[in-house]
């Protein structure tokens, strides 16, 4: 595992540096798909200019990085390029590891025995697996998504090396440092905060702790839990607290996420709606756009609570798809988990159409933002057009993985050839 | 015996008073002699271009040592032809350096440009001199000189035999700064005008003066160029010409009480460094050269004496006898040792870079230690390998 692993990371150190050499990497850091307002990297060099000159770089609506980033670039800043290769390099690996580790934990020939004998071709052999953590490092650091933001030097590829070291860590079964990761994911970006959810199910089946609302040991476990991460988030915020001697990052960073102030043109919906909103009704919609991501938290940690690992997956995407400022870089982190659900392939169902529209979308993004802004004969509707229709299809990919999930569960309940009670064939229908 | 000492004492006090008076008198005789209540300043870059980069540098040079001498920003009418500090070639954007090295940032945070662009041609030039402007225009683009008002007139960009190129496409020449002085002697607006152009060619701009108490330097003779000092490999453009460039060196030992005369000033740039010869025009000063002060054009020093003793202004000042040595020497401030000097001269700013406290480092990493040996301490290093 480590020799074509080796080989897949100089193969995409090669095409990154081959690629921050060229003349495109102005090209790409300019992108709007690519940068968001909270991650480009002119704004991070504009706040450490800025600091340089004695003005806290919060004062304005340039920089919205959190102080430790600050601290973190204030020694790297020469060397960008390095560090997000290394960060990108560095979660793949991790990405790729915590696949084997959750793959090894897997007891094959115990769960042969539960289901139905037909069922055996659902359950996935370890031939078959062998190869898909190889295939995750791949789907991450060859995802031409993940190539853009790393060449735009995008901060989202470290908040994504911080996910995946939080996902490493859950999965490990280390509580403290899952509780320390998600800490300090949250307080880059706030939407990790619905990960919460996932990694207290997973780290509760991983103890054995039963999921149920009267048993004093679930309750304690949460509250465990929660004492770390908001303990460990306390002591994070006061600690930027002392880099720069006051709370001026909190409306700059978590404030400017909250109540987007800035509707520069993304992947995102937030910006088409906000910029045609009449102030008065601002405010309501706010609160329901940003309901929108964590609502689904509660209904699918309902449903999945026996499958944690696919509600992470399924809240990354959910976090990517209906977050503040998205940037393809945050659809890359959940991109890359589609092979470790590969054998759900045979139950999905519109995978032609949204890998077509995906693909389509990805492709006229720089066409209609050259026909609206630079040649003036299309406007900002043609854009927000085929956003939606990226966000449709991404929703139809996302929802289309969780009919298969589903179904194959209910598959090796029930079995795979479904009979009526007469005997003949039977369909399932999605209701 | 208490009465004794009550006499002395009263004696004592006349003497003192008396050797005060004449003190007074003698430096009040010093007090009116130069003749001029405020100073102004016209700073001129005629060029735009980023080879010509020197140019903005060389007026931000003055400009900066006459700021920093006390004229303010009121008084001062400065002209850039093109920008250079937000200039798409500059590889260091906000910032006009006047020494390689990178030494000495001329364009820091306080640069008022009261002519910007296009704005600085020969008609709004000739317009601020005579005074002749639109009632229109703004105070800060006037030059609200008097007739006790002493004038300095920096010029540079590229000139050649009798005229100076303004902005690449017209030229003034020296006729015409000739006969916009005499307007301005006409109008009364000014006391003194001092005049320093460093251009190519530079003496042929001050041949046609014909007004008083007009003294001019230049940086070259007819027929000789002036030089450029010394390129930057960093910025790609030459950062400074030589005469502003020892102009400068000159300037930066200058404090407002500093005693220096013209005289100093004419020696600035000897041939062996300048390569061109620097010249200068004294016949139409009244006052000899050797007892003008540089601060008298270059800065703005408002004398101020203390005095709690009245001063008998209509009898000329005479000498009196120096008084009765020995006594009490009352304290005396001169204007000097009222300021910082040190701290005037030879100013450096200080680039600071920002460094995040040491509490903060050390704390942040006293963390990552815990956590780390909270984890791997207790968990054997073989489950994670």
Not at chain 1, 140 to 154: D, E, G, H, M, R
Not at chain 1, 389 to 395: E, G, H, P, R, T
Not at chain 2, 191 to 215: H, V
Not at chain 2, 276 to 291: C, I, N, V
């Amino acid at each position: 595992m480590a020799a074509p692993l080796t080989l897949l990371l100089l193969v995409a150190v090669t095409v990154r540096a081959a690629l921050f050499r060229s003349s495109l990497s102005e090209l790409i850091s300019e992108r709007v798909e690519v940068v968001s307002p909270l991650t480009a990297w002119k704004r991070v060099i504009e706040g450490l200019a800025l600091l340089d000159l004695g003005v806290s770089p919060y004062s304005g609506d340039v920089f919205h990085e959190t102080p430790l980033t600050i601290y973190l670039f204030h020694f790297l800043v020469d060397y960008a390029e390095v560090t997000f290769m290394v960060s990108v390099a560095g979660s793949s690996v991790v990405v790729t590891y915590l696949i084997l580790f959750q793959f090894r934990k897997q007891k094959f020939a115990l769960e042969a025995d539960r289901y139905p004998l037909d069922c055996l071709e659902l359950i996935r052999s370890p031939k078959e697996m062998y190869y898909i953590p190889l295939k995750v490092a791949m789907f991450y650091l060859l995802n031409p998504f993940t190539i853009l933001s790393c060449v735009a030097k995008s901060t989202c590829g470290l908040n994504n090396a911080i996910i995946a070291l939080f996902i490493l860590s859950t999965i490990k079964g280390n509580v403290l440092l899952s509780a320390i990761f998600l800490s300090l994911a949250t307080y880059q970006s706030i939407y990790p905060l619905t990960l919460c959810a996932p990694a207290l199910l997973y780290l509760m089946q991983r103890q054995y702790i039963p999921v149920n609302f009267r048993r004093a040991s679930f309750w304690w476990f949460i509250v465990q839990y929660a004492f770390m991460y908001l303990g460990s988030l306390f002591v994070i915020i006061c600690l930027s607290f002392f880099l720069l001697g006051s709370w001026d990052y909190l409306p700059s960073v978590y404030g400017f996420i909250l109540s987007v102030p800035d509707l520069t043109p993304n992947i995102g919906l937030f910006w088409y709606f906000f910029a045609e909103m009449f102030e008065h009704f601002r405010l309501f919609f706010l609160c329901v756009f940003q309901i929108n991501v964590f609502f689904y938290t509660i209904p699918l940690s309902i449903k999945l609570k026996e499958h944690p690992v696919f509600l992470i997956f399924m809240q990354l995407a959910v976090i990517s798809i209906f977050k503040s400022y998205p940037t393809v870089g945050d659809i890359s982190l959940y991109m890359a988990f589609l092979p470790v659900w590969s054998h759900l392939h045979r139950f999905l169902r519109n995978i032609f159409l949204v890998s077509c529209v995906l693909l389509a979308c990805s492709a006229l993004f720089p066409v209609l933002w050259h026909l609206w802004i630079y040649a003036g004969s299309a406007n900002s509707n043609f854009y927000y057009a085929i956003t939606l229709l990226f966000n449709v299809a991404q929703i139809l990919l996302v929802s289309d993985y969780f009919y298969a999930f589903l179904r194959r569960e209910h598959h090796l309940t029930y079995g795979l050839y479904l009979k009526r009670k007469d005997g003949s064939e039977a369909t399932l229908v999605l209701k | 015996y208490v009465r004794g000492i009550f006499k002395n004492l009263h004696g004592w006090f006349i003497n003192c008073l008396r050797y005060l008076f004449c003190c007074f008198q003698d430096r009040a005789g010093q007090f009116f002699s130069s003749g001029h209540t405020n100073n102004w300043a016209v700073l001129v870059c005629t060029s735009r271009f980023w080879f010509n980069y020197r140019h903005v540098a060389n007026t931000l040079s003055v400009y900066r040592s006459v700021k920093r001498l006390g004229i303010p920003d009121s008084h001062i009418v400065l002209m850039l032809a093109d920008d250079m500090a937000c200039n798409h070639r500059n590889p260091k954007p906000a910032t006009v350096f006047s020494h390689k090295n990178m030494e000495l940032n001329v364009y820091g945070d306080d640069v008022e440009v009261d002519y910007r662009g296009y704005e600085v041609t020969v008609e709004n030039f000739l317009r601020i001199l005579t005074g002749r402007l639109p009632p229109s225009t703004p105070r800060s683009k006037r030059l609200l000189s008097d007739d006790r008002s002493n004038i300095l007139i920096y010029l540079t960009g590229h000139g050649g035999n009798g005229f100076l190129k303004f902005q690449d496409s017209e030229e003034i020449s020296n006729v015409e700064l000739a006969d916009a002085f005499e307007q301005m002697w006409q109008k009364r607006r000014y006391n003194e005008l001092l005049f320093i152009i460093d251009t190519c060619q530079g003496a042929s701009m001050y041949e046609r003066f014909y007004s008083p108490n007009l003294m001019a330097l230049a940086s070259s003779q007819v027929g000789e160029d002036s030089l450029s000092h010394q390129p930057d490999l960093a910025i790609g453009v030459h950062l400074m010409d030589r005469y502003t460039f020892y102009l400068l060196e000159f300037l930066e030992d200058i404090h407002p009480a500093s005693k220096t005369n013209m005289n100093d000033l004419f020696k600035v740039c000897p041939k062996s460094q300048c390569v061109s010869t620097p010249g200068h025009r004294t016949d139409l000063f009244l006052r000899d050269p050797g007892s003008v002060l540089i601060t008298d054009f270059f800065g703005s020093v408002r004398k101020v004496e203390l005095t709690m003793e009245t001063i008998n202004l209509t009898d000329p000042i005479e000498q009196l006898e120096s008084a009765e040595s020995g006594e009490l020497q009352k304290e005396m401030h001169t204007y000097a040792d009222q300021l910082p000097v040190s701290e005037i001269i030879h100013q450096k700013p200080k680039q600071k870079d920002w460094h995040p406290p040491d509490g903060f480092i050390l704390g942040l990493w006293t963390l990552i230690l815990l956590v780390f040996f909270q984890t791997y301490g207790v968990k054997h290093l073989k489950h994670i390998f």
